[in-house]
């Protein structure tokens, strides 16, 4: 059993699959923050004097925060002036088609397994794909248009619908909300706004790769996604970045808003670099993501696959305001080998009736740290609030942590907030059992692994839910013997 | 088709069993009976190769290859199959997609094609009527709040699944009601052949009346103390093993 066990994290050698780097050309600023980089950030994009005032009254406000520390995690501080805090792909003309994109980014994209061509239409996904800063190739948006969907990039929305933008920006995660989402208003580059108007249900999933490629590069995205009265989105946010020595920092702000019998489904499957076996590189990934249910009978749910960064901490939101609102928030966060991960999320009962459902599965292996961070909050006038929360964790050898950090604050008595927590181990029972039905090690971890995070993953959208299976099996790769 | 000679194997530094010597051959059924912590369970996980046993001797040859060398799942692909005395639970996994992996995996490693999902459905409704198992039951998380006698019948169907060369059924009868027994053994008998063939470990005779072995040992503190015919199973039901004891004083 000893024996097992050791070898068990003897052989965690799993390499990071995505660590490769292209190199077309980046247009970039200087390193550093000051209010000259926000300038040139805004002027690349041809901002609004209305939007860089935005950007300039964040960072003022940012200078006065300080850097939050209550999370269970630890790493060295960053260097804030020793980031660069933009980095566009060259590319001097607007793209027709998909044939006119740089070839090296199209290498890039098919070593990740995204095809931007019409074997995705097939499939029902439109993909806004965010190469560093710069949105460079958006599908679909056709297709969706004659919807009166709007599905672009969070740099085109300002121009093309500032109305929009102005309305909604910060209106769900204020830019003086948190260090990380003044940070983020100050310099955000890109990201995705979308729009579903009144009464349409969006017809396929809304996706983004997000990827973070050039050297010391910070990314800042901001997105946006509004669903108008008795709508329905389903959106898939996915991620990975290539291999990477120094810590790179990830500051995303997410905003949902959901108006009267409207629905958002939001998914994220998160495999940036997590660093290596010591430790050494990996993203640090410090996102904002929030949503309310403004409207009556609205409802937000976040599911999230978390098996990347060698730092996570990000806790998506529901701000349950409108009357028998529905908030949900499915996630599974892998740790291994030294990644911490601070994740969670908050849901906070404002209107009457309001149910919120939290399921949340850790898995850590390594000697890495997995904390759950929830707080269920039922204010004074929310009759009748609904909460049923579970935390799961999983251990994967014994040098390993799981956390558990519930908050419950409830100024209403007729709420009712259930809590369930429970931490078991893979045994090595388990593991005997596949082996001896002819499956290794290495397939009976993962199976076991996506047992165990099955009700979350059932939440994803079919397309991708294979995917994160497969992310779950390569993060844990190796790490039971 | 196997070869165990002077096995001696243990945990934590106590040796359990203490020289076992058995030889099976196609086509046989062999049964093992023995009292409680005799080690029957012992030499059924070190066959199927459980890396907490270590192996302090002797050898076993399988189908002309060195079992011992192999890594558990390995065995399960050159045919060795246990049904565990206590089978175990691995939450949100249906017994239907363990067993579509398992399938695929020793599939794989005997070199032929893996099964499609059509195919492999035609399979599992095949061997589900043979072992009369519910659906139900496949879908449901393995094991995972099975009464006793599910899990054993869950062990048959998957043995009747995986198509073994040697099966080790260790207590599958246990806690199986009359009904389930016969059906059960109708399993084992189902896939018994010339090249096949079967070790059961068992208390009671009574299942031995559906699977009627070539051979009975007695298991005691690490060895096999007698062997003889399927007679007796029935002097052991009606003696118990206080023999023993006399015996293995005098010797
Ligand atoms: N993991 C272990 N740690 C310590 N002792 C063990 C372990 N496994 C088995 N043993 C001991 O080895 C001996 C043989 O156990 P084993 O399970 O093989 O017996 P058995 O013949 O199968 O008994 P039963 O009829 O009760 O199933 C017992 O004394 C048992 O306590
Ligand atoms: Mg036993």
Same mark, same amino acid.
């Given at each position: 059993?000893?024996?097992?066990?050791?070898?068990?994290?003897?052989?965690?050698?799993?390499?990071?699959?995505?660590?490769?780097?292209?190199d077309?050309?980046?247009?970039?600023?200087?390193?550093?923050?000051?209010?000259?980089?926000?300038?040139f950030?805004?002027?690349?994009?041809n901002?609004?004097e209305?939007?860089?005032?935005?950007?300039?009254?964040?960072?003022r406000?940012?200078?006065?925060?300080?850097?939050?520390?209550?999370a269970?995690?630890?790493?060295?501080?960053?260097?804030?002036?020793?980031?660069?805090?933009?980095?566009?792909?060259?590319?001097?003309?607007k793209?027709?088609?998909?044939?006119?994109?740089?070839?090296?980014?199209?290498?890039?994209?098919?070593?990740?397994?995204?095809s931007?061509?019409?074997?995705?239409?097939?499939?029902?996904?439109a993909?806004?794909?965010?190469?560093?800063?710069?949105?460079?190739?958006?599908?679909?948006?056709?297709?969706?248009?004659?919807?009166?969907?709007?599905?672009?990039?969070?740099?085109?929305?300002?121009?093309?619908?500032?109305?929009?933008?102005?309305?909604?920006?910060?209106s769900?995660?204020?830019?003086?909300?948190?260090?990380?989402?003044?940070?983020?208003?100050a310099?955000?580059?890109d990201?995705?706004?979308?729009?579903?108007?009144?009464?349409?249900?969006?017809?396929?999933?809304?996706?983004?790769?997000?990827?973070?490629?050039?050297?010391?590069?910070?990314?800042?995205?901001?997105t946006?996604?509004?669903?108008?009265?008795g709508?329905?989105?389903?959106?898939?946010e996915g991620?990975?970045?290539?291999?990477r020595?120094?810590?790179?920092?990830?500051?995303?702000?997410?905003?949902?808003?959901?108006m009267?019998?409207?629905?958002?489904?939001?998914?994220?499957?998160?495999?940036?670099?997590?660093?290596?076996?010591?430790?050494?590189?990996?993203?640090?990934?410090?996102?904002?993501?929030?949503?309310?249910?403004?409207?009556?009978?609205?409802?937000?749910?976040?599911?999230?696959?978390?098996?990347?960064?060698?730092?996570?901490?990000?806790?998506?939101?529901?701000?349950?305001?409108?009357?028998?609102?529905?908030?949900?928030?499915?996630?599974?966060?892998?740790?291994?080998?030294?990644?911490q991960?601070d994740?969670?999320?908050?849901?906070?009962?404002?209107?009457?009736?309001?149910r919120?459902?939290?399921?949340?599965?850790?898995?850590?292996?390594?000697?890495?740290?997995?904390?759950?961070?929830?707080?269920?909050?039922?204010?004074?006038?929310?009759?009748?609030?609904?909460?049923?929360?579970?935390?799961d964790?999983?251990?994967?050898?014994?040098?390993?942590?799981?956390?558990?950090?519930?908050?419950?604050?409830?100024?209403?008595?007729?709420?009712?907030?259930?809590h369930?927590?429970?931490t078991s181990?893979?045994?090595?029972?388990?593991?005997?059992?596949?082996?001896?039905?002819?499956?290794?090690?290495?397939?009976?971890?993962?199976?076991?692994?996506?047992?165990?995070?099955?009700?979350?993953?059932?939440?994803?959208?079919?397309e991708f839910?294979?995917?994160?299976q497969?992310?779950?099996?390569?993060?844990?790769?190796g790490?039971?013997? | 088709?196997?070869?165990?000679?002077?096995l001696?194997?243990?945990?934590?530094?106590?040796?359990?069993?203490?020289?076992?010597?058995?030889?099976?051959?196609?086509?046989?059924?062999?049964?093992?009976?023995g009292?409680?912590?005799?080690?029957?369970?012992?030499?059924?996980?070190?066959?199927?190769?459980?890396?907490?046993?270590?192996?302090?001797?002797?050898?076993?040859?399988?189908?002309?290859?060195?079992?011992?060398?192999?890594?558990?799942?390995?065995?399960?692909?050159e045919?060795?199959?246990?049904?565990?005395?206590?089978?175990?639970?691995?939450?949100?996994?249906?017994?239907?997609?363990?067993?579509?992996?398992?399938?695929?995996?020793?599939?794989? *490693?005997? +070199?032929?094609? $893996?099964?499609?999902?059509?195919?492999f !459905?035609? /399979?599992?409704? #095949?061997?589900?009527?043979?072992?009369?198992?519910?659906k139900?039951?496949?879908?449901?998380?393995?094991?995972?709040?099975?009464?006793g006698?599910?899990?054993?019948?869950n062990?048959?169907?998957?043995?009747?699944?995986?198509?073994p060369?040697?099966?080790?059924?260790?207590?599958?009868?246990?806690?199986l009601?009359?009904?389930?027994i016969?059906?059960?053994?109708a399993?084992?008998n189902?896939?018994?052949?010339?090249?096949?063939?079967t070790?059961?470990?068992?208390?009671y005779?009574?299942?031995?009346?559906?699977?009627?072995?070539?051979?009975?040992?007695?298991? *005691?503190? +690490?060895?096999? $103390?007698k062997?003889?015919?399927?007679? !007796?199973? /029935?002097?052991? #039901?009606e003696?118990?093993?206080?023999?023993?004891?006399?015996?293995?004083?005098?010797?």
């Amino acid at each position: 059993m000893n024996d097992g066990l050791s070898t068990i994290e003897q052989q965690i050698t799993s390499d990071y699959k995505y660590g490769f780097t292209s190199d077309f050309e980046a247009d970039q600023a200087p390193k550093g923050l000051n209010e000259d980089i926000i300038r040139f950030i805004s002027g690349k994009k041809n901002e609004p004097e209305w939007m860089l005032e935005w950007r300039l009254k964040a960072y003022r406000h940012w200078l006065k925060m300080e850097v939050p520390e209550w999370a269970n995690i630890k790493y060295p501080p960053v260097d804030f002036q020793n980031i660069i805090y933009y980095s566009a792909p060259k590319q001097t003309k607007k793209l027709n088609s998909l044939d006119e994109i740089d070839p090296e980014l199209r290498r890039t994209f098919e070593k990740l397994g995204i095809s931007l061509d019409e074997q995705k239409r097939l499939s029902g996904v439109a993909v806004d794909a965010v190469i560093d800063s710069v949105s460079v190739a958006t599908t679909f948006r056709e297709q969706l248009g004659e919807l009166g969907i709007i599905f672009c990039s969070m740099s085109e929305a300002i121009q093309e619908h500032p109305e929009l933008i102005k309305k909604y920006i910060g209106s769900v995660v204020p830019m003086t909300d948190n260090f990380y989402s003044a940070l983020n208003s100050a310099v955000f580059t890109d990201g995705s706004f979308c729009y579903i108007p009144k009464g349409v249900r969006c017809p396929m999933e809304l996706s983004t790769y997000f990827r973070i490629n050039a050297q010391n590069t910070g990314q800042f995205e901001r997105t946006l996604i509004v669903a108008e009265e008795g709508s329905y989105v389903s959106y898939l946010e996915g991620c990975t970045a290539p291999m990477r020595d120094e810590n790179q920092l990830h500051a995303a702000v997410v905003e949902l808003i959901a108006m009267d019998h409207a629905e958002i489904k939001y998914s994220t499957v998160q495999n940036w670099y997590p660093g290596d076996k010591e430790g050494k590189g990996g993203i640090y990934n410090f996102v904002t993501k929030r949503g309310i249910c403004a409207g009556v009978h609205s409802k937000i749910s976040w599911t999230q696959v978390e098996t990347g960064s060698a730092v996570t901490w990000k806790y998506p939101s529901c701000i349950l305001k409108g009357d028998h609102s529905v908030g949900e928030f499915y996630s599974v966060a892998v740790t291994n080998h030294h990644q911490q991960a601070d994740t969670g999320t908050k849901m906070i009962h404002l209107g009457k009736n309001t149910r919120s459902r939290i399921v949340s599965k850790g898995i850590s292996a390594g000697v890495s740290h997995n904390s759950y961070r929830g707080l269920v909050s039922v204010a004074k006038n929310a009759t009748n609030a609904r909460n049923f929360s579970q935390c799961d964790s999983l251990l994967l050898g014994d040098r390993c942590g799981a956390h558990t950090f519930p908050y419950i604050e409830v100024k209403n008595n007729t709420a009712q907030v259930e809590h369930e927590a429970t931490t078991s181990k893979i045994g090595e029972d388990q593991i005997f059992y596949c082996n001896q039905r002819g499956i290794d090690t290495e397939t009976a971890v993962a199976l076991i692994v996506n047992g165990f995070a099955k009700e979350v993953m059932n939440q994803l959208p079919m397309e991708f839910a294979v995917e994160a299976q497969k992310l779950l099996a390569i993060t844990l790769e190796g790490s039971v013997g | 088709m196997l070869q165990i000679k002077d096995l001696h194997a243990g945990i934590e530094g106590k040796e359990i069993l203490k020289g076992i010597n058995l030889t099976i051959r196609p086509g046989e059924v062999h049964a093992i009976m023995g009292p409680n912590g005799s080690g029957k369970s012992t030499l059924a996980s070190v066959l199927a190769g459980r890396s907490d046993y270590e192996v302090t001797g002797g050898s076993v040859d399988f189908l002309g290859k060195d079992l011992l060398e192999l890594a558990p799942e390995a065995r399960a692909g050159e045919g060795l199959f246990l049904a565990f005395q206590y089978p175990v639970e691995i939450p949100g996994l249906s017994t239907i997609n363990f067993m579509k992996t398992a399938v695929n995996e020793v599939r794989k *490693y005997r +070199g032929q094609e $893996v099964l499609d999902a059509a195919e492999f !459905l035609k /399979l599992m409704k #095949e061997k589900m009527s043979l072992v009369n198992i519910d659906k139900n039951l496949l879908t449901r998380s393995l094991n995972e709040g099975f009464s006793g006698g599910e899990k054993k019948r869950n062990e048959v169907f998957q043995m009747a699944m995986l198509e073994p060369r040697l099966a080790i059924l260790d207590e599958t009868d246990s806690g199986l009601d009359i009904d389930a027994i016969r059906i059960a053994a109708a399993g084992v008998n189902a896939i018994r052949s010339k090249e096949n063939a079967t070790l059961v470990i068992t208390h009671y005779q009574r299942l031995l009346d559906y699977i009627v072995p070539d051979f009975v040992h007695v298991l *005691y503190n +690490g060895r096999i $103390v007698k062997s003889g015919g399927k007679e !007796l199973a /029935l002097e052991l #039901e009606e003696t118990g093993y206080s023999f023993l004891k006399n015996e293995m004083n005098i010797a």
